[in-house]
């Protein structure tokens, strides 16, 4: 009798020590892009506050010679996610592969016309390079101080990014 009530214990101590990792890991529909950042990891927290929200290293493909803006990934590697840095604060978070998606759902192969669908008032502006190809569609915050941004061509989107103004309105990278 003693051992069953041994194992019981153990058993309940177990289970209270998973729900209670549970309750502070997100749920996968919280690991969306939104005008905040994506899932856990929000525009404006440091690298190591990032690293930490997101329990993985963040890593650069090479050497950082602009601590004023770089890219870091995760490692390991999530295919087409990158965080732009800018004096160790993640202030953008960009997607150029398929599998991420906005909270909406939208995403890398989504097409110009389910954008403008799902959000009616998303503003539509000529890409710099390759319109009248290709146009940037925005969603903007209420505060306009944040915005998600897709880049399409030919109809589709390529990539799309979540930051911060002034960067979230960058065209090539960290300019």
Same mark, same amino acid.
Request: with cysteine; hydrophobic share 40%; proline share 5%.
């Given at each position: 009798?003693?051992?069953?009530? @041994?194992?019981?214990?153990?058993?309940?101590?177990?289970? +209270?020590?998973?729900?209670?990792?549970?309750?502070?890991?997100? @749920?996968?529909?919280?690991?969306?892009?939104?005008?905040?950042?994506?899932? %856990?990891? /929000?525009?404006?927290?440091?690298?190591? *506050?990032?690293?930490?929200?997101?329990?993985? /290293? $963040?890593?650069?493909?090479?050497?950082?010679? *602009? %601590?004023?803006?770089?890219?870091?990934?995760?490692? %390991?590697?999530? *295919?087409?996610?990158?965080?732009?840095?800018?004096?160790?604060?993640?202030?953008?978070?960009?997607?150029?592969?398929? &599998?991420?998606?906005?909270?909406? &759902?939208?995403?890398?192969?989504?097409?110009?016309?389910?954008?403008?669908?799902?959000?009616?008032?998303?503003?539509?502006?000529?890409? /710099?390079?390759?319109?009248?190809?290709?146009?940037? $569609?925005?969603?903007?915050?209420?505060?306009? /101080? +944040?915005?998600?941004?897709?880049?399409?061509?030919?109809?589709?989107?390529? @990539?799309?990014?979540?930051?911060?103004? %002034?960067?979230?309105?960058?065209?090539?990278?960290?300019?």
């Amino acid at each position: 009798m003693t051992l069953l009530v @041994s194992r019981a214990i153990l058993i309940a101590a177990a289970l +209270s020590f998973v729900n209670a990792i549970g309750a502070n890991v997100a @749920s996968a529909d919280d690991w969306r892009i939104t005008t905040a950042g994506y899932g %856990p990891v /929000k525009i404006g927290m440091s690298v190591d *506050e990032a690293a930490q929200a997101l329990g993985v /290293k $963040l890593v650069s493909d090479g050497p950082i010679d *602009e %601590p004023e803006c770089h890219y870091l990934r995760p490692e %390991p590697e999530v *295919e087409g996610l990158w965080f732009m840095i800018s004096n160790d604060r993640v202030v953008r978070v960009e997607v150029n592969a398929r &599998g991420i998606t906005t909270k909406s &759902g939208l995403g890398v192969g989504d097409s110009e016309a389910h954008l403008k669908e799902a959000w009616p008032t998303i503003e539509v502006t000529p890409h /710099k390079y390759v319109a009248p190809d290709g146009n940037y $569609l925005t969603i903007w915050a209420r505060d306009r /101080k +944040s915005a998600v941004r897709f880049e399409t061509l030919q109809g589709e989107v390529t @990539s799309f990014y979540a930051g911060r103004v %002034p960067e979230v309105e960058y065209v090539e990278g960290c300019s």
